[in-house]
């Protein structure tokens, strides 16, 4: 990170390193690369969802309930005789958009909370840490379900709900990463050169922190995810009859004796795409996480 | 060293103070006024300053912060309507314990099958045993747990009839139909955290066995099994306390989902039904529990440290 220039210090990073390095990550990856594959294919799915699924996600068809999986409906039906496959692939798009939106929310209020509290000092950084130790104190689905209790429920109200129940582990890690840019030579530079403070956090702190809070905005959307999909597996996120898939686990889960498919499909589709996100999440943090790069 | 203990917990009390704060601040944001619904649709002007002021509600937050603290210390939690009963006792007396013990039960699990399956690993580096243990962590650490209940619900419910489908016995009271209905919701729970203790031993354990220690214990010609397990894994512990002292939200977070799988009474389903009764104080209380619960283990794993580790006490 030490790199003489901070101006120029964290966008020529990735640049420089991509002709060689970049298509070496996808050979040197086999599992990283079938994962971002996958995970490829259901941003694909979720945007072409109209053109992909078979049916209308939310038309119901009473002459058709609780069927197995069949030619006309390969992933079955569910108990008001929608298809399942049509729903999946429709619920790719609200994970996706939950899961993004609520990251980015999440990671606003962390880079703005954990700046404050790496850049201030003495006992308004104490009571900053804090702070974010007792947002901390709270697991982010129990501090969501708290949010949701203030909110009510709905897409839109899940977004901002798991948003702001991730701001306190991104505050963290903007912080440490504050605190190791603040002490750097290059910003006693721009002090000594008068600079007016404001300046120097904005060309010279927030260039060095952002690169590494986006990695961890890659490596948390599985987990935004994870979050919205058991706020409705609960009953208390999105509301039905909207194709998502932790309301589809929900519902299947009192026909489960019967008709195991109904759960069973879309917690595949959820599951898969967890997996195939956190190994890309993993892949990303150790090529380009510069704490995990200088010990290698 | 206890100079260093009370500055912990003097931001221990801290935190509890900010989150109390929040969790106070919950009832305050949430939409309706509360004596309007009190009071009804008709009402006088008179009447309704008369109860705002009796129930203390045209105070200064502070001192109304104070005054919630105080009973809530007490063990006045308020009651719920929902629930029919008195919050504290439904919250702290039945939900409470529920969880409790599911947490416990897959925490106990996890350690039992996470360290050993960790130990191997690591002893067996680069073998197909740990390659296959490697692909079975990453599943279960992504693998939503909700799914995994429904999946072993299913498979060993439905179709082999060996466990109940759902419930909850407890364990002080019918100790082995307590373990017996436990078995499924603990294994659900405890999934990701065997994937996880064995990722977390096997990775300390190869940094461990390169120290001196194991080869001056190897060089004495102690049995191999013993430098394993004793003079290897005893080194693991710290690691494991504190990443189990901070993964406790996690738990309680999986007990949450997993209670509402196996239809469990635990604080899971107190939440969910709070949040969809609109009860503000149960909510409130489930919040206060699990935050004053993380916060308390992780000083309980902070003053820990001397006692794992001989040498964090010789060296003040």
Do not use: C
């Not at chain 1, 101006?7 to 994962?35: E, H, Q, Y």
């Not at chain 1, 996100?277 to 704490?291: A, C, H, Q, T, W």
């Amino acid at each position: 990170m030490s790199l003489p220039s901070s101006d120029a210090a964290i966008p020529p990073l990735p640049r420089a390193k991509a002709p060689r390095g970049r298509r070496s990550m996808f050979l040197r990856r086999p599992f990283f690369t079938v994962a971002l594959i996958v995970a490829a294919a259901y941003v694909l799915a979720a945007t072409f969802a109209p053109h992909v699924a078979p049916f209308d996600p939310v038309k119901q068809d009473f002459m058709a309930m609780m069927q197995g999986p069949s030619l006309v409906h390969p992933l079955g039906t569910d108990s008001y005789g929608q298809d399942i496959l049509s729903r999946v692939i429709y619920g790719a798009r609200y994970a996706l958009i939950i899961g993004i939106f609520s990251v980015l929310i999440g990671a606003a209020g962390g880079l703005v909370i954990g700046l404050a509290a790496g850049l201030s000092g003495g006992w308004l950084e104490w009571a900053l840490m804090r702070l974010i130790d007792s947002i901390l104190a709270l697991p982010s689905l129990i501090l969501a379900v708290a949010f949701i209790a203030i909110l009510g429920q709905g897409v839109d109200k899940v977004v901002v709900a798991v948003g702001l129940s991730m701001i306190g582990p991104f505050a963290r890690t903007v912080r440490a990463d504050v605190m190791q840019v603040r002490v750097q030579l290059f910003i006693e530079a721009a002090q000594l050169m008068s600079i007016p403070y404001l300046r120097v956090v904005w060309r010279h702190v927030l260039p060095n922190v952002i690169f590494p809070l986006a990695v961890q905005v890659t490596i948390r959307v599985s987990e935004a995810i994870l979050v919205s999909s058991s706020l409705s597996f609960l009953g208390i996120g999105v509301t039905p009859p909207t194709p998502d898939w932790g309301l589809m686990i929900a519902e299947g889960r009192d026909f489960v004796s019967f008709a195991p498919w109904m759960s069973a499909m879309p917690g595949f589709a959820l599951a898969l795409l967890l997996i195939a996100l956190s190994i890309v999440g993993d892949g990303i943090r150790e090529e380009f996480d510069p704490k995990l790069r200088r010990g290698a | 060293m206890l100079r260093q203990a009370l500055g912990k917990i003097a931001q221990t009390l801290v935190v509890l103070f900010f989150v109390s704060v929040a969790s106070f601040g919950l009832l305050k944001l949430a939409p309706g006024d509360p004596i309007q619904i009190m009071l009804g649709s008709e009402y006088s002007q008179e009447s309704y300053e008369q109860l705002t002021a009796q129930l203390g509600l045209d105070q200064p937050f502070l001192a109304q912060y104070a005054d919630w603290a105080l009973r809530f210390v007490q063990g006045d939690w308020g009651t719920s309507y929902v629930a029919r009963t008195d919050i504290y006792t439904y919250a702290f007396k039945e939900a409470l314990p529920v969880t409790l013990t599911l947490a416990s039960f897959s925490l106990a699990f996890a350690i039992l099958i996470g360290v050993p399956l960790g130990v191997i690993s690591a002893v067996k580096k680069d073998t197909a045993f740990d390659a296959g243990s490697a692909v079975l962590a990453l599943t279960g650490t992504a693998f939503p747990s909700f799914l995994l209940g429904i999946l072993l619900i299913w498979f060993f419910a439905v179709k082999l009839q060996l466990f109940p489908v759902m419930g909850y016995i407890s364990p002080w009271q019918d100790f082995w139909g307590g373990i017996y209905h436990m078995i499924l919701p603990g294994l659900t729970l405890s999934t990701y955290f065997i994937a996880m203790i064995t990722r977390l031993t096997r990775a300390t354990l190869i940094e461990v066995m390169e120290q001196p220690y194991i080869a001056a214990a190897r060089a004495r010609g102690e049995p191999s099994w013993r430098v394993i397990w004793v003079h290897g894994v005893r080194n693991i512990a710290m690691p494991l306390v504190t990443i189990l002292g901070l993964q406790l939200g996690t738990l309680l977070q999986g007990t949450v989902l997993t209670e509402t799988v196996f239809n469990l009474p635990g604080i899971g389903q107190m939440l969910t039904s709070a949040v969809l009764g609109r009860e503000y104080m149960v909510v409130q209380a489930g919040v206060m529990m699990t935050a004053t619960l993380f916060i308390g283990v992780n000083l309980l794993v902070d003053l820990s440290y001397p006692f794992l580790d001989p040498r964090l006490r010789a060296r003040k």
